[in-house]
């Protein structure tokens, strides 16, 4: 902090100043006045005016005396930092510093011991069962303030953030995280899931130079190191680097790879070409690769960042349990940054048009968790989730399709910058983000149970549910289920169920099992969260023949009285 020059520095002499107008002369010692602010605060000249000369009329020296104690001698501007704090100088960070320290310090204690909290499983937790089962976890991060930005001159005013957990978010991270907590709290919950055959997708969102790639980064890193890499389990890896509908596999060696697409089958399971997906066989494997992957993104600077990614960074990771044929995926996204016009200014128009692809996918992932959050309310699911309007949304259609069959854990994480300069910005970011979390937690009661969804089935009852129904084709019916509960079930491809069950009964105990999935989904649920079944349905729809018909019979009643009577 070079600009923190001593208090105790001495001062360059006070040239001699013989003229001294009378205090009476207002005109003189405006010029003079002006004169002073040109030459020490040019910046400031705007304050010599009517206004200031009117406050001060009589006691122009005082007020001369008092601008030279502020800004030094005429001639000889003190540096900024070297202004007392207090003394209506602007205040450098150095003055900022041991009051911030001290801000931490005490909120901290009081939130340290909820650190060890499992963010995301805790969130699992608020889902009773049925209808909802999978999470939309919310954090947001701060960064620290980076060297070169302490050292601009004048230092920047900041931010504070208390970390713990927040009203608005399951976690606010300050500038004191470091990656592997974040991780721990965020992504290890992931990997358990994704070894269980579910999905687990974490998502970077911010504005560009908020601290997205370091975050991503630094996932991944962990997860190099983490239990993905278990006995019997085969991982293989991908990364895939998106802007608007050109897609570009970052791990593809070939010389003159053919264009990436992504589709959908009818039978609605995403369908790639031309991706390359490479097995790892242990940890040094993987991270190879992610460290090829890293250096391959695009970047170029942008007004906040030097290096910045303008294109979205998709790692994707998967497991596959070799015993069961159980797949999971873990989705590492580093979103590109959204930029405000500010940031954007000396774009070319090539550019341009690429912030304005970013910002348009950026607004319809956001539009997609919205509308998938708001769908897991009680009486909401006739919600649209426009997924399928971004290569994006509908790579990880899991995430958002109501019907998938998959248990998928979101997390977003919000990274904001720590400058009082970027607070439009980080505030229209974290304004967006908060409101996402309390969509889910804010359900309306517990959920009834839905006993009919597969994804609620322990193995007993999905054994015991597909003997009752295809007992008679499927032989072995333990030997199908093997050990595996109904999420598992619901997580395996068709081809697995073929494999178990034999073409004709395997497809039978497949299409069934869609059939319960889509139904549970799709199932009516009042306000309270009770299921609307079958029954009650045919029962109200009684009601309300039964309704329809005593009205008619009351008017023929009321005509037949009528008729008599003219
Ligand atoms: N938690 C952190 N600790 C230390 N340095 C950080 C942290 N977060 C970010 N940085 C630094 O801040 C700068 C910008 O961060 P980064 O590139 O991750 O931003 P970004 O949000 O990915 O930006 P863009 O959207 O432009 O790609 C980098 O120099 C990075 O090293």
């Not at 960064?143 to 004048?154: A, M, N, Q, T, Y």
């Not at 797949?327 to 128009?349: M, N, P, Q, R």
């Amino acid at each position: 902090m070079s600009d923190l020059a001593a208090p105790n520095t001495p001062l360059p002499p006070v040239p001699a100043d013989e003229n001294v107008p009378d205090n009476a002369d207002a005109e003189a010692w405006r010029a003079k006045i002006f004169a002073y602010y040109k030459t020490n605060v040019p910046t400031k000249i705007k304050m010599v005016n009517s206004k200031m000369m009117e406050k001060w009329a009589g006691k122009y020296d005082v007020l001369y005396q008092n601008l030279i104690k502020k800004y030094g001698p005429l001639g000889h501007p003190l540096p900024v930092s070297t202004l007392a704090p207090g003394a209506g100088g602007k205040k450098s960070m150095g003055d900022f510093k041991d009051s911030f320290i001290n801000l931490v310090a005490k909120a901290a204690p009081q939130q340290l011991p909820e650190r060890n909290v499992d963010v995301v499983k805790s969130k699992a937790g608020v889902q009773v069962n049925g209808l909802e089962t999978s999470t939309f976890t919310v954090c947001s991060r701060v960064r620290p303030i980076l060297p070169h930005e302490l050292e601009k001159e004048g230092g920047e005013n900041f931010a504070v953030i208390v970390p713990g957990q927040s009203f608005e978010f399951d976690y606010a991270f300050g500038p004191d995280s470091n990656n592997s907590e974040i991780y721990k709290l965020t992504t290890e919950p992931l990997v358990e899931r994704c070894l269980n055959g579910q999905c687990g997708v974490i998502f970077a969102y911010g504005q560009t130079g908020s601290g997205k790639t370091h975050t991503m980064n630094g996932i991944m890193d962990e997860l190099c190191e983490s239990d993905i890499f278990k006995e019997g389990s085969e991982v293989e890896f991908t990364y895939l680097e998106m802007l608007g509908a050109n897609i570009k596999d970052c791990l593809n060696t070939d010389p003159q790879p053919k264009p990436v697409a992504i589709g959908e089958a009818l039978d609605g399971r995403i369908l790639t070409r031309n991706v390359s997906i490479h097995p790892c066989a242990d940890s040094s494997a993987l991270k190879a690769l992610v460290s090829k992957a890293k250096s391959l993104r695009s970047v170029a600077a942008t007004e906040k960042n030097a290096a910045s990614s303008r294109a979205h960074g998709i790692g994707i990771i998967s497991c596959t349990d070799v015993e069961t044929g159980v797949t999971g995926k873990l989705y590492v996204i580093d979103l590109a940054g959204s930029e405000s016009a500010k940031d954007s200014k000396k774009h070319d128009s090539k550019r341009m048009a690429e912030t304005k692809q970013i910002n348009l996918s950026l607004s319809n992932l956001k539009e997609c968790i919205r509308a998938r959050t708001m769908a897991s309310e009680p009486g909401m699911g006739g919600i649209h989730v426009p997924y399928r309007r971004n290569k994006l949304t509908l790579l990880i259609k899991d995430v958002f399709e109501i019907g998938c069959p998959r248990i998928c854990s979101t997390v977003v994480m919000t990274n904001v910058s720590p400058l009082a300069s970027d607070v439009s910005h980080s505030s229209n970011t974290l304004k967006y983000s908060g409101p996402l979390r309390v969509a889910v937690g804010k359900g309306k009661g517990n959920l009834q149970k839905d006993e009919d969804d597969p994804a609620n089935w322990t193995n007993e009852e999905a054994e015991a549910r597909i003997r009752e129904a295809h007992g008679g084709e499927i032989g072995d019916v333990k030997a199908f289920v093997r050990g595996l509960t109904g999420v598992q079930l619901c997580g395996l491809p068709e081809k697995e169920y073929l494999v178990r069950g034999g073409k004709e009964a395997g497809k039978k105990v497949y299409l069934w099992m869609w059939a319960l999935i889509t139904d549970a989904k799709t199932r009516k649920r009042r306000d309270d969260g009770t299921i609307v079944t079958k029954e009650d349905e045919e029962n109200e729809r009684q009601e309300l023949v039964r309704q329809k018909e005593e009205k008619a019979r009351i008017w023929a009643e009321r005509e037949k009285h009528l008729r008599k009577e003219f």
